[in-house]
C-alpha cells in the first residue's frame, strides 16, 4: 500500500508558518500584498483565482482582484500591470493564464516587475532558477519539491522521470531537482509528445511526475515497484453519474499505478494546494524583501 501524500494538509501547514511571518511584517506597518488579473470566463480560472483570495486573506495578506472582460484590449493590460508594477501597496503580480487568444500571453508576462513575479514566470526568475541563484520559483515545481521533502522523500542520487515540458512545470522543476543541494541533486528525465516509447523511460524511474495535462496518462505497466509518483495534472472528464457532470482527475491513472508505488499524491488534495501556499510564500518573500529581512524561506 502506498503512503499517499496529502498535499492539502502540508499546504496548511505552509501557510501556517506564513501566517507567523505576515504578523511580524504587521507589526512592522507592512501587509505582503497579491494583486491578481483575471481576464474572461474561463470557469477553472476563476475556482483557482478565487481560491488565491481566500488563502492569502486567511493569513493577514491584502489580496486585490482585478477582472476584466475577454475583449479587454492589449493596451489596456499593459496600462494596468504598469499601475500595479509602480504601487507600492503590492508585493506580488499573478496574471492569471491562460489567457484569450488575442492577447499575447508571453508579452504579457514579461512586463510584470521582475521584483513582482511571485508566479517565477519572468525570465529573470528563471533565469536565476537556471544558475542556482536565489529569486522567485514557480509555484507549482516548489511545491513538488517542498511536498517531496516534507514526506521525507530524497531525490539525492535518484533518476527522476518528468513527463511534460511546459515552460510552468516542467522545464522548470527539471531545473529545480538538477540543483545542487537538499531537495535537488537528481538525474532528470524530461518526456514529452515526441518522445518515442515514453514508457521505457518511466518504468526506470524512481519518482516520476506526471505533468502531461492528459487524463490518466501513467498507467500502472508504465512504472517500476516502489516509485515515487507525483501527479501534476487537473483535468475534467465528462461524468454524468456526477451532479456537475464532470470530475477531476489526474494525469495518473490512480488505481493500476498506486498498488505498484511507494508513495503517491492524490488529484484532488495532492498539488493542487502546494501550488498556492508557493504564492503566497513568494509574496510574504517579497514583502519582508522590502524590508531588510530578506533570507530565503525555509520551508522544507
Ligand atoms: N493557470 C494555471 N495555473 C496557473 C498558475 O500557477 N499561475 C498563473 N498565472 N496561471 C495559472
Redesign the pocket.
Given at each position: 500500500m502506498a503512503i499517499i501524500i496529502d498535499g492539502k494538509k502540508t499546504a496548511q501547514e505552509i501557510r501556517a508558518k506564513l501566517k507567523i511571518r505576515v504578523e511580524k511584517l504587521r507589526e512592522k506597518g507592512i501587509t505582503p500584498g497579491l494583486s491578481v488579473t483575471l481576464v474572461g470566463e474561463n470557469a477553472a480560472?476563476k475556482v483557482?483565482v478565487s481560491s488565491k483570495d481566500a488563502a492569502a486573506r486567511e493569513i493577514g495578506m491584502s489580496s486585490w482582484t482585478h477582472k476584466f472582460p475577454s475583449d479587454v484590449s492589449e493596451i489596456e493590460l499593459r496600462e494596468h500591470l504598469r499601475c500595479q508594477n509602480s504601487d507600492p501597496a503590492v508585493h506580488g503580480i499573478?496574471?492569471?493564464?491562460?489567457l484569450p487568444s488575442h492577447l499575447p500571453e508571453e508579452h504579457l508576462l514579461n512586463l510584470i516587475a521582475a521584483e513582482k513575479d511571485v508566479?517565477g514566470?519572468h525570465p529573470v526568475s528563471l533565469g536565476n532558477l537556471m544558475l542556482g541563484r536565489p529569486g522567485f520559483k514557480?509555484?507549482?515545481p516548489w511545491g513538488v519539491q517542498v511536498l517531496l521533502n516534507r514526506y521525507g522523500i530524497s531525490t539525492r542520487g535518484k533518476h527522476v522521470v518528468i513527463v511534460g515540458r511546459s515552460n510552468?512545470v516542467g522545464k522548470p522543476l527539471a531545473n529545480l531537482f538538477m540543483q545542487k543541494g537538499e531537495g535537488a541533486d537528481a538525474t532528470v528525465t524530461v518526456c514529452h509528445s515526441a518522445t518515442p516509447d515514453l514508457a521505457q523511460f518511466t518504468r526506470q524511474a524512481d519518482i516520476v511526475v506526471a505533468a502531461i495535462g492528459c487524463a490518466e496518462f501513467i498507467r500502472g505497466d508504465m512504472v517500476k515497484d516502489g516509485v515515487v509518483v507525483v501527479d501534476v495534472g487537473i483535468n475534467r472528464v465528462e461524468d454524468s453519474s456526477s451532479p456537475k457532470g464532470y470530475r477531476l482527475c489526474g494525469d495518473v491513472h490512480f488505481s493500476s499505478v498506486e498498488p505498484k508505488a511507494s508513495a503517491i499524491t492524490p488529484v484532488p488534495g495532492g498539488v493542487g494546494p502546494m501550488?498556492i501556499a508557493m504564492?503566497l510564500a513568494n509574496t510574504v518573500w517579497s514583502a519582508e524583501s522590502k524590508t531588510g529581512i530578506s533570507g530565503p524561506i525555509d520551508l522544507f
Amino acid at each position: 500500500m502506498a503512503i499517499i501524500i496529502d498535499g492539502k494538509k502540508t499546504a496548511q501547514e505552509i501557510r501556517a508558518k506564513l501566517k507567523i511571518r505576515v504578523e511580524k511584517l504587521r507589526e512592522k506597518g507592512i501587509t505582503p500584498g497579491l494583486s491578481v488579473t483575471l481576464v474572461g470566463e474561463n470557469a477553472a480560472s476563476k475556482v483557482y483565482v478565487s481560491s488565491k483570495d481566500a488563502a492569502a486573506r486567511e493569513i493577514g495578506m491584502s489580496s486585490w482582484t482585478h477582472k476584466f472582460p475577454s475583449d479587454v484590449s492589449e493596451i489596456e493590460l499593459r496600462e494596468h500591470l504598469r499601475c500595479q508594477n509602480s504601487d507600492p501597496a503590492v508585493h506580488g503580480i499573478l496574471l492569471q493564464l491562460p489567457l484569450p487568444s488575442h492577447l499575447p500571453e508571453e508579452h504579457l508576462l514579461n512586463l510584470i516587475a521582475a521584483e513582482k513575479d511571485v508566479d517565477g514566470f519572468h525570465p529573470v526568475s528563471l533565469g536565476n532558477l537556471m544558475l542556482g541563484r536565489p529569486g522567485f520559483k514557480p509555484c507549482t515545481p516548489w511545491g513538488v519539491q517542498v511536498l517531496l521533502n516534507r514526506y521525507g522523500i530524497s531525490t539525492r542520487g535518484k533518476h527522476v522521470v518528468i513527463v511534460g515540458r511546459s515552460n510552468i512545470v516542467g522545464k522548470p522543476l527539471a531545473n529545480l531537482f538538477m540543483q545542487k543541494g537538499e531537495g535537488a541533486d537528481a538525474t532528470v528525465t524530461v518526456c514529452h509528445s515526441a518522445t518515442p516509447d515514453l514508457a521505457q523511460f518511466t518504468r526506470q524511474a524512481d519518482i516520476v511526475v506526471a505533468a502531461i495535462g492528459c487524463a490518466e496518462f501513467i498507467r500502472g505497466d508504465m512504472v517500476k515497484d516502489g516509485v515515487v509518483v507525483v501527479d501534476v495534472g487537473i483535468n475534467r472528464v465528462e461524468d454524468s453519474s456526477s451532479p456537475k457532470g464532470y470530475r477531476l482527475c489526474g494525469d495518473v491513472h490512480f488505481s493500476s499505478v498506486e498498488p505498484k508505488a511507494s508513495a503517491i499524491t492524490p488529484v484532488p488534495g495532492g498539488v493542487g494546494p502546494m501550488t498556492i501556499a508557493m504564492l503566497l510564500a513568494n509574496t510574504v518573500w517579497s514583502a519582508e524583501s522590502k524590508t531588510g529581512i530578506s533570507g530565503p524561506i525555509d520551508l522544507f
